[in-house]
C-alpha cells in the first residue's frame, strides 16, 4: 500500500517520540510488525550546523523517515539538500521520507515558535510546505495537532485548513493526533475532527491518539494508516496484535527487553535512551517496581546489565 509516494506494507506506523525513537527500539518495533518508523524530532537549526555533538544524536541506522522541526524555510530548505547530499551525518541514505513537525505540545518548542505554534500560522506553514515540496527528492509529510487549544480549534478549524494547504502544496500524507496542543496528552482524542478531515480533504491520512488495543485501531479505521507512540514504548508487541497475533504478556514484556539491549548494543544506543526504555518496558510487570525505582540511579550501562542480571 502507498501513502502518497511512500510504500509501506500494513497500515500500522511507530510514531516520531522525542528521546524514545532510536534505532534499536524502531527496530523492535519493526521486528512484531510495524511497518514504518520515524525519527524523534530533528531541529533544522542544529541539523544545518552539522556539529559533532549534534551528530550523534542523528539516529540513522535503520531505514526511518526523518522528521525536522522548523520555523525557517532556509534552514529546512538546507536540511533537506543535506540529506539529498548525503553529507556529514551517518546512513543517511536509510532515510526514505522527510517529515515537518507541526504538533509537538512542549513548553519549550512552543516558545520558540515551533511545533504546535505554527498551527495558528497558515503563511509560515505554507512557505515550509512549499520548501518541502521543491527541494526534497524524497516522500514528505506533516505531522500536526488539531489546534493550539479548543478555543482554537472551534473558532478557526485548524487542522482542516492545513489538511488542505499540505494537499494544494503536494505533501504525500499527513498525520493527525486528534489533541488540541493545550491538551498535551492527556483527555479524549476528537477522532471525529480527524473524520472531518478524511471527508473534505483528499490527501493520505494517518490516525494517531489514545491507540492502545485492535478495539482503539479500529476507531480509526476510515484513515488510511495509524500510527502509535506511547502504548508502543510498553508493549512493542501491540503492532503484532493488530496484525492477529497473541502473545503470553510477561514472557513477551521479558523477551522485548533482552532483544532490546541486543539491539542497543548493536546499534551503540546511548546510555540514557536504554533506561528509559527499559523503564517502560518494565511497567506492568509483577513485582518489578522496585527495579523501576533502582533504575534511576544507573550510571552506566553496565549497571544495567548487573541490575538486571538477576531478574531477566
Excluded at 44 to 60: I, N, P
Excluded at 76 to 95: C, M, P, Q, T
Excluded at 131 to 152: D, E, F, V
Excluded at 217 to 224: G, I, R, S, Y
Aim: aromatic content about 8%; some cysteine.
Amino acid at each position: 500500500m502507498n501513502l502518497g509516494t511512500l510504500k509501506i506494507h500494513n497500515k500500522n506506523i511507530f510514531a516520531p517520540m522525542d528521546m524514545y525513537s532510536d534505532s534499536a527500539f524502531r527496530q523492535l518495533c519493526l521486528d512484531y510488525g510495524a511497518s514504518y518508523c520515524f525519527t524523534e524530532l530533528t531541529s533544522t537549526a542544529g541539523f544545518v550546523r552539522k556539529a559533532e555533538t549534534f551528530k550523534r544524536k542523528v539516529d540513522l541506522k535503520t531505514e526511518v523517515g526523518l522528521q525536522f522541526i522548523s520555523n525557517n524555510k532556509n534552514e529546512l530548505k538546507e536540511s533537506i539538500r543535506i540529506v539529498k547530499d548525503n553529507e556529514f551525518y551517518d546512513n543517511l541514505e536509510n532515510v526514505k521520507s522527510i517529515d515537518l513537525n507541526l504538533g509537538c505540545p512542549s513548553i519549550k518548542m512552543m516558545e520558540q515558535n515551533m511545533g504546535s505554534a505554527l498551527l495558528n500560522q497558515p503563511h509560515l506553514i505554507r512557505e515550509l510546505f512549499q520548501t518541502m515540496k521543491k527541494h526534497s527528492h524524497l516522500p514528505i509529510s506533516a505531522k500536526i495537532r488539531l489546534a493550539t487549544n479548543s478555543k482554537h480549534k472551534k473558532q478557526s478549524q485548524p487542522y482542516l485548513r492545513i489538511a488542505k494547504i499540505a494537499k494544494e502544496e503536494g505533501l504525500d500524507f499527513i498525520t493527525i493526533h486528534g489533541r488540541t496542543a493545550g491538551q498535551m496528552y492527556e483527555g479524549d482524542v476528537d477522532i471525529e475532527a480527524t473524520k472531518e478531515v478524511k471527508e473534505k480533504v483528499d490527501i493520505p491520512l494517518i490516525g494517531n491518539g489514545n491507540i492502545f488495543d485492535k478495539r482503539s485501531a479500529k476507531e480509526f479505521d476510515f484513515c488510511d494508516a495509524i500510527m502509535i507512540g506511547r502504548q508502543a514504548l510498553k508493549d512493542p508487541f501491540i503492532f503484532g496484535e493488530l496484525k492477529g497475533k497473541e502473545y503470553d504478556f510477561e514472557r513477551e514484556k521479558i523477551k522485548c527487553i533482552k532483544n532490546y539491549l541486543i539491539y542497543a548494543k548493536k546499534f551503540d544506543t546511548g546510555f540514557q535512551h536504554i533506561k528509559i526504555h527499559l523503564q517502560s518496558l518494565l511497567k506492568g510487570l509483577e513485582g518489578r517496581k522496585d527495579i523501576i525505582r533502582e533504575l534511576t540511579h544507573t550510571k552506566t550501562v553496565n549497571d544495567i546489565n548487573e541490575l538486571l542480571k538477576t531478574e531477566l
